[in-house]
């Protein structure tokens, strides 16, 4: 059960309506969830939050396959419910195959044929479980992936293990009420 519930429209100031339907406007319109129904408390954390999550989903050099599967790794490694919900179907979209998605799910190696795939995979695990980037890990993934999109990708880990944080700290919980990650 969520920690604090989404703010109700009626019950928000001028602002953060402004701020959630900015932000709800490209996912479907309506209330603002995952992260930032506990950042429109803050209207402006939402409001930068959701410009930098945009830019770092459309402009960077990581194309959404590697991304997507990146925010896997994370989702499962936090167990951000929301995350893994939010973002299991966009992998699966982007081609990650459901074989992969659900070793991730599962917590078992994944079977990845493409290299840039398995570098992302490999770069992301080893950031989370060692806290630390090795220095074979990191120039495997320059030379595979090239600099800039080495750059984006640690940016977008980043990015969402403060995401992935803010949503296992509150709880927050996936609309359908399902909990798609075992424990």
Do not use: C
């Not at 044929?113 to 490999?122: E, Q």
Request: hydrophobic letters at 45%; charged letters at 25%; zero cysteines.
């Amino acid at each position: 059960m969520a920690r604090i519930d989404p703010i109700p429209r009626e019950q928000m100031t001028p602002e953060q309506i402004r701020i959630n339907d900015a932000i709800s406007a490209p996912r479907g319109g309506g209330q603002a969830l995952g992260p930032f129904s506990i950042w429109l408390r803050t209207p402006e954390l939402a409001e930068k939050a959701a410009v930098f999550g945009d830019h770092l989903r459309a402009k960077l050099a990581l194309p959404p396959r590697l991304q997507e599967l990146a925010i896997l790794v994370i989702a499962r490694h936090w167990s951000a419910q929301y995350e893994w919900y939010a973002h299991a179907r966009h992998a699966r979209r982007v081609g990650i195959p459901d074989a992969v998605v659900e070793a991730i799910r599962n917590r078992r190696e994944p079977q990845i044929a493409d290299p840039a795939d398995t570098i992302v995979y490999r770069l992301t695990r080893e950031m989370l479980d060692t806290r630390a980037l090795s220095d074979p890990t990191y120039a495997a993934a320059v030379e595979l992936l090239g600099e800039q999109t080495v750059i984006d990708l640690i940016t977008t880990i980043g990015f969402y293990v403060m995401v992935a944080i803010v949503l296992v700290g509150y709880r927050v919980d996936v609309p359908t009420g399902d909990r798609p990650l075992p424990d």
